[in-house]
Every structure is written in C-alpha cells, then in structure tokens.
C-alpha cells in the first residue's frame, strides 16, 4: 500500500492559518452589506471610531507581553522556563488589563467627550469591556501560534467570527443598531476568553514571578509607547477625519480601509508562523539566510496582494454595498499601496528585536509619529480625505526606509531587492492604472497577467538571498 502523502509540517500550519484567516475574514466582509444597510454612513463612521478606540486600548491594555513572550521564549534554555514565560506573561497582562479597565470606569464622561463622532456612554462601556477581554486574551492566542497548534488555533478563532455575525444579525434585527453591533463582540470574546483561559492553565498552570513579570515589563513596555505611536501613524487619521470634516466621509475611508486590509489579511497565514519562529530560526545554522529569504518573500506577496485588492475591491464595494457608500472606491488604490509597505516594514524589522529591550523600536516610532501627524494633517487641510489616502502611501514608505535601515545596523540580512523591487514596481503600476470602465473580464485577465510576471521573477531570481551558510548568532541574545 502506498503511504498517504503527508504535508511538510509548515505548510500545514500555514493552510489551517490560512484556512481560519479566510472564513474569518470572508464573514466580516459578508456581513459587511448586511451592517451598511442597518446603519447609515454617519453611524457607520461613528461606529468606526469605536472601532478606532479598540485598537487604541488594545495597544495600552496589551502592554507588549505578546512580543515579549515571543523573544524570552524563543531563547529559553528548558521546557520549564518555556512554559513559565507565557504562564507568567498571561496572569501579568491579565491582571493588569482588567485593573487598568475598572480604574478608567469613573472616568468614562471625559473620554467620551475627548472622542470625535459624539459616542455614547453605553457604547464605550461595551467597546472598552470587550477589547478589555480581548486583551486577556492575546497571550493564550500567541501561546497556541508558538506551539504550532494551528488546528486548535482555527477552531476557536472561526467558532468566535461565526458566533458574532449570527449575533450581529440578530441584534441589528432587533433595531439595536452599534449597540447590537458592540454586544455581539462582547458576547463572542466572552466565551472566546473562557476556552482559552482553560486551555492556557492546562498547558502552563498559571503562576506569576514578580521578578520574571518585572523582565518581561521590561522588554515589552516600550512597546506600548511604541503601539501609541504607531497609532499616531495608522489609526489616528480617522479621528482627524471624523474632527476636521464628518463620520460619512470618515465612514468611506473606513470602508475602503477595511478592504485595504486584505492586504495583511492575505499574507497573515505566513506572518502568524513567521513572527514567533524567527527568532528561533535565526538561532540555527544558516539562519540569518533563512531570515532573509522568508522576509524578501513576504514582502512580494505583500505587494501582489495589493494588487488584487485593488482590482477586485472596486467590483465588491459597487455590485454588493449600497450606493452610499461607494466613493469608498475612489480611496482604495493608494491605500492599498501604503498597506503593502506597511506588511514590509513589520517583516524587515527583525534586527529592531533582537536586543535585550526594545527601545529602538519606540525612537523609530517617535519620529514616524511626528512625520505622520505632520503630513496627515496638511493631507486632510490641503487635499481632504484624497490627501489623507496618499499620505499613508508616503507615510510607510518613510517607514520601510527608516526600519530596514535600522534594522541592518542591528542585524545585516541578504535580502533580495531586484526581485523584490521589480515586483513592487509592476504592483504599484498596475495599482494606479485600473481601468474601472473595462469589462469585468479584461479587468481579471490583466490581473493574472501581472501576477504571472511576478511569479516568473520570482522564480527565475532563485535562491533569493546569498547562500552562504552563516552560523547562528547568540551575541544579541541577552
């Protein structure tokens, strides 16, 4: 009997991130017409920047423990050690999420008066439990991608994405409006949280050592003035927007930016084995090789998923959204282009965390955030929400520059750029080039053409960095 054909070991740990990653994302965008027809643009835009403030709590409240798990873990000498880094990264990052939370309930009247697009008391309350929740929750989610546990990985991530848009459409049917919309978030991380927290205590006990919390702390502090600022730089434009002109222009750029973020989405199934194992990779022979290669790699998929995008995100926005929000289409190009660079400067960074701390990441981060408020702003007063688009494509490419170059200092990789060069080039070509009035068919062709040629470069540069054996490099292991 022949044997059956098994995968390699990371590929099928790709395919099932992969796999998650589309039902996940393929519900938020069903549910996508099914939520602009229950709310008008404006409550979408305001809806938004709950959304917006999520994200915000979500860097404070993570306080870099994730990042930070991943680096001690990596360079853990036994089993042991390894299993009390995430116990004691989970029970330090719960514990204080939940108490910055209560601490910030008296406070509620002043935030929501500091927060554009006239938000309610009960809707903060409801987004900020929920991201609170989500918060706890981040270490146990890392710990299952750091054991290569995809499966378990995909069954609880895509059980939770279909237990919110059944309760979504239930609750907007119920006239609830983003109310609906914010319980079914609640409800969904709610028992998300309570499978997780059951599978990390099994896998880990949960213990804490004050003296391993205050080094993890340590490490991943800087990484939530660093988050802010990235905030500054990708989040905090939405506000601008929302201050500076109204929630339904706010809730265009919303919609074309969540179409944008197919872009990540697309190559996530390689960025969530990627990011917690290269810096063990970078510990075995040849390792700083292997770096470079899976990272020149990532970044031209970056680059031929924005250009998908681009094409097929126009044709999804005018035949399924209602007609209000449609100018949407106008925006996606140029935000499909920055979220390429974007996904390059996040996968050329490794040489920023190989450090004991990670200051370097904050300083890279402080400027970034001054260049991006500088040209958002004059963005938005210039040109309006069409200036705000192009100056996140100028934006990331300042960010891609200022990292890699940092990040080579640190720790020189071969990376392969006529390759990757010439990919983004036919990307960004065909990104600013679509024909809306072509047929739907000649729109496709053109499309598989290019990525066609991408493909061909890619392969034809083979192997994509130089293939000297280089040996495993502890000196910044501390």
């Known amino acids: 009997m022949k044997r059956p054909i098994r995968l390699p070991h990371e590929l099928r740990q790709a395919l099932f991130y992969a796999l998650g990653l589309l039902i996940m994302k393929g519900v938020s965008f069903l549910m996508l017409p099914v939520t602009t027809s229950y709310l008008p643009a404006a409550e979408y835009g305001r809806l938004d920047v709950l959304i917006?403030?999520?994200?915000?709590?979500?860097?404070?409240?993570?306080?870099?423990?994730?990042?930070?798990?991943?680096?001690?873990?990596?360079?853990?000498?036994?089993?042991?050690?390894?299993?009390?880094?995430?116990?004691?990264?989970?029970?330090?990052n719960t514990g204080i999420a939940v108490a910055i939370f209560f601490f910030a309930v008296p406070f509620v009247?002043?935030?929501?008066?500091?927060?554009?697009?006239?938000?309610?008391k009960v809707q903060w309350l409801l987004a900020s439990a929920t991201l609170t929740i989500s918060a706890c929750i981040n270490i146990p989610l890392a710990w299952l991608r750091l054991r290569e546990r995809a499966g378990l990985f995909f069954l609880i991530s895509t059980g939770k994405a279909l237990l919110q848009a059944l309760t979504t459409l239930v609750f907007l049917?119920?006239?609830?409006?983003?109310?609906?919309?914010?319980?079914?978030?609640?409800?969904?991380?709610?028992?998300?949280?309570?499978?997780?927290?059951?599978?990390?205590?099994?896998?880990?006990a949960l213990v804490f050592d004050?003296?391993?919390?205050?080094?993890?702390?340590?490490?991943?502090?800087?990484?939530?003035?660093?988050?802010?600022?990235?905030?500054?730089?990708?989040?905090?434009?939405?506000?601008?927007?929302a201050g500076?002109?109204?929630?339904?222009?706010?809730?265009?750029?919303?919609?074309?930016s969540q179409f944008a973020l197919l872009v990540a989405f697309a190559i996530e199934p390689f960025t969530l084995w990627w990011f917690p194992k290269r810096f063990a990779i970078l510990?075995?022979?040849?390792?700083?090789?292997?770096?470079?290669?899976?990272?020149?790699?990532?970044?031209?998929?970056?680059?031929?998923?924005?250009l998908g995008v681009a094409v097929l995100g126009p044709i999804i926005i005018s035949r399924l959204l209602p007609e209000a929000y449609h100018p949407a289409i106008e925006l996606l190009p140029w935000l499909c282009i920055g979220m390429a660079l974007k996904q390059c400067s996040h996968i050329m960074?490794?040489?920023?965390?190989?450090?004991?701390?990670?200051?370097?990441?904050?300083?890279?981060?402080?400027?970034?955030?001054?260049?991006?408020?500088?040209?958002?702003?004059?963005?938005?007063?210039?040109?309006?929400?069409?200036?705000?688009?192009?100056?996140?494509?100028?934006?990331?490419?300042?960010?891609?520059?200022?990292?890699?170059?940092?990040?080579?200092?640190?720790?020189?990789?071969?990376?392969a750029f006529k390759p990757l060069l010439g990919c983004a080039l036919i990307s960004c070509a065909g990104i600013l080039n679509i024909?809306?009035?072509?047929?739907?068919?000649?729109?496709?062709?053109?499309?598989?053409?290019?990525?066609?040629?991408?493909?061909?470069?890619?392969?034809?540069?083979?192997?994509?960095?130089?293939?000297?054996?280089?040996?495993?490099d502890y000196s910044r292991a501390g």
């Open 349 to 415: 960074n490794t040489g920023c965390y190989v450090g004991a701390t990670t200051l370097l990441v904050t300083r890279l981060n402080a400027w970034m955030a001054i260049i991006s408020i500088t040209i958002y702003y004059l963005g938005v007063t210039i040109l309006g929400v069409d200036g705000l688009v192009k100056g996140f494509a100028i934006i990331y490419s300042i960010r891609v520059v200022l990292f890699y170059i940092a990040s080579q200092r640190a720790l020189p990789l071969n990376y």
């Open 52 to 92: 917006t403030w999520m994200s915000l709590g979500g860097i404070l409240l993570g306080l870099g423990l994730t990042e930070a798990m991943y680096r001690y873990c990596g360079f853990a000498k036994d089993s042991d050690s390894y299993r009390r880094t995430a116990s004691v990264a989970f029970v330090t």
């Open 283 to 306: 510990q075995q022979m040849d390792g700083r090789n292997q770096n470079a290669r899976f990272a020149t790699l990532g970044s031209i998929t970056s680059f031929a998923s924005a």
């Open 109 to 120: 009247e002043h935030i929501i008066n500091w927060l554009p697009g006239k938000v309610t």
């Open 210 to 241: 004050p003296e391993l919390a205050q080094k993890l702390l340590k490490y991943g502090s800087p990484l939530i003035l660093s988050g802010f600022l990235v905030f500054l730089g990708s989040g905090a434009e939405k506000w601008l927007l």
């Open 435 to 472: 024909d809306l009035t072509l047929p739907l068919l000649a729109q496709l062709l053109l499309l598989l053409l290019s990525l066609v040629a991408m493909g061909m470069i890619v392969v034809s540069s083979q192997p994509l960095t130089n293939h000297s054996p280089t040996r495993p």
């Open 244 to 256: 500076m002109i109204d929630t339904t222009v706010l809730a265009h750029y919303a919609i074309a």
């Open 173 to 204: 049917r119920a006239g609830w409006g983003i109310e609906g919309v914010l319980w079914s978030g609640l409800v969904s991380a709610s028992l998300m949280a309570i499978l997780l927290i059951r599978v990390q205590s099994k896998d880990t």
